[in-house]
């Protein structure tokens, strides 16, 4: 069933002022602070031709397009301990903040990538979380003790997902049974802390779905991140019960029965839906020929402009997420708030941000 929001301003304020979403005299659906109205009114009698002269229609669009471009997110996908982000973390969280996004999850790949990520939660509390596990890439690293490693780590409230874990037969980095080997303790590990899994699966749909369907009846909820399978492969992960993470990967599908095209059919429901950059990778090339002129015309100028300042295809930004919230949106035909609203609620009900 699909998730309709614009009744719910009222409450929902409150609700995001209560989770440090919000400052509790901030527009909900732009996130811009709002001025008392009785000071505001008092401002505006006092000199109005003053005011109207002082504002040239440009500025004005230029406000308007500024309070229709900004939005409340959630990247749930950000692999901020990569070594792209050593000089200057600081001001890649900063544009994030000031972009809308107002979480993130650190991405742990490796034993030693989730306490780095982990570590990271300290540094902007209530800004970063973390996940923890064992990318399948890296599963010929797992030995005996990571299991307890992963655990510990996962016992930390910062720590809200256990992952990135699953399966990768495209480039198989790691022995195909030893990814399936090391997934599936992930999985049980995931049972065991009760924490949401963060699965990763490139070309291994049939064993994926074998596996978590071993653990099918006490299996925590769980997200398929950076989603580019097909349309059959979609519709099985949803009756699982799984939620879909989408990426700028958008900018270059043009399968006839890829993401585009399971957007385009609204096969996913936006209570299933969840947004990430998967930084530094995934950048959302919104110039390329393969991108529709409708969705293009969808983009904003503030969304397009922390996407060509400051991301590059060697180093995507969380920064980026608005522009990839509005290409899915376009590709929906849906309101770009209603989408960004939803997969912020989304993200807030899965992995319980504080």
Same mark, same amino acid.
């Given at each position: 069933?699909?998730?309709?929001?614009?009744?719910?301003?009222?409450?929902?304020?409150?609700?995001?002022?209560?989770?440090? !979403?919000?400052?509790?005299?901030?527009?909900?659906?732009?996130?811009?602070?709002?001025?008392?109205?009785?000071?505001?009114?008092?401002?505006?009698?006092?000199?109005?031709?003053?005011?109207?002269?002082?504002?040239?229609?440009?500025?004005?669009?230029?406000?308007?397009?500024?309070?229709?471009?900004? =939005?409340?997110?959630?990247? /749930?996908?950000?692999?901020?301990?990569?070594?792209? =982000?050593?000089?200057?973390?600081?001001?890649?969280?900063?544009?994030?903040?000031?972009?809308?996004?107002?979480? /993130?999850?650190?991405?742990?790949?490796?034993?030693?990538?989730?306490?780095?990520?982990?570590?990271?939660?300290?540094?902007?509390?209530?800004? !970063?979380?973390?996940?923890?596990?064992?990318?399948?890439?890296?599963?010929?690293?797992?030995?005996?003790?990571?299991?307890?490693?992963?655990?510990? !780590?996962?016992?930390?409230?910062?720590?809200?997902?256990?992952?990135?874990? %699953?399966?990768?037969?495209?480039?198989?980095?790691?022995?195909?049974?030893?990814?399936?080997?090391?997934?599936?303790?992930?999985?049980?590990?995931?049972?065991?802390? %009760?924490?949401?899994?963060?699965?990763?699966?490139?070309?291994?749909?049939?064993?994926?779905?074998?596996?978590?369907?071993?653990?099918?009846?006490?299996?925590?909820?769980?997200? !398929?991140?950076?989603?580019?399978?097909?349309?059959?492969?979609?519709?099985?992960?949803?009756?699982? %019960?799984?939620?879909?993470?989408?990426?700028?990967?958008?900018?270059?599908?043009?399968?006839?029965?890829?993401?585009?095209?399971?957007?385009?059919?609204?096969?996913?429901?936006?209570?299933?839906?969840?947004?990430?950059?998967?930084?530094?990778?995934? =950048?959302?090339?919104?110039?390329?020929?393969? /991108?529709?002129?409708?969705?293009?015309?969808?983009?904003?100028?503030?969304?397009?402009?922390?996407?060509?300042? =400051?991301?590059?295809?060697?180093?995507?930004?969380?920064?980026?997420?608005?522009?990839?919230?509005?290409?899915?949106?376009?590709?929906?035909?849906?309101?770009?708030?209603?989408?960004?609203?939803?997969?912020?609620?989304?993200?807030?009900?899965?992995?319980?941000?504080?």
């Amino acid at each position: 069933m699909l998730l309709s929001f614009r009744p719910l301003r009222s409450s929902f304020t409150s609700w995001t002022v209560g989770l440090g !979403l919000l400052p509790c005299c901030v527009n909900i659906w732009t996130g811009h602070p709002q001025k008392d109205r009785m000071a505001d009114s008092k401002e505006k009698s006092d000199n109005p031709e003053k005011v109207a002269d002082g504002m040239s229609a440009l500025k004005i669009k230029q406000i308007e397009d500024e309070v229709a471009s900004s =939005y409340l997110l959630v990247d /749930i996908g950000a692999n901020l301990t990569n070594s792209k =982000y050593s000089r200057d973390l600081d001001s890649v969280v900063e544009r994030a903040k000031d972009a809308g996004v107002k979480k /993130i999850m650190v991405t742990g790949a490796s034993v030693q990538c989730s306490k780095e990520a982990l570590r990271l939660t300290r540094l902007y509390p209530g800004m !970063l979380y973390s996940s923890a596990g064992i990318h399948p890439h890296d599963a010929k690293t797992w030995t005996d003790d990571c299991y307890d490693v992963i655990k510990e !780590l996962a016992s930390n409230p910062e720590c809200v997902a256990i992952g990135e874990c %699953g399966l990768d037969f495209n480039r198989n980095f790691s022995p195909q049974d030893v990814q399936m080997e090391v997934f599936e303790k992930q999985v049980q590990l995931a049972c065991e802390v %009760g924490k949401p899994l963060f699965l990763h699966e490139r070309d291994a749909h049939d064993d994926m779905v074998r596996i978590l369907g071993k653990f099918k009846d006490r299996m925590p909820p769980a997200v !398929l991140h950076c989603f580019t399978g097909t349309t059959a492969q979609a519709l099985k992960y949803l009756e699982m %019960g799984l939620y879909i993470g989408l990426t700028g990967f958008l900018w270059k599908d043009k399968s006839d029965d890829g993401v585009r095209s399971i957007l385009e059919k609204g096969l996913i429901p936006l209570d299933r839906l969840l947004i990430e950059t998967d930084a530094p990778f995934m =950048y959302p090339n919104v110039r390329g020929s393969k /991108i529709p002129a409708n969705i293009k015309q969808a983009l904003s100028d503030r969304s397009l402009s922390f996407l060509n300042r =400051y991301c590059t295809f060697q180093r995507n930004e969380p920064c980026s997420l608005p522009v990839i919230v509005e290409m899915i949106a376009a590709y929906m035909k849906r309101p770009v708030e209603e989408v960004a609203m939803a997969t912020t609620i989304n993200a807030i009900k899965l992995f319980g941000f504080s």
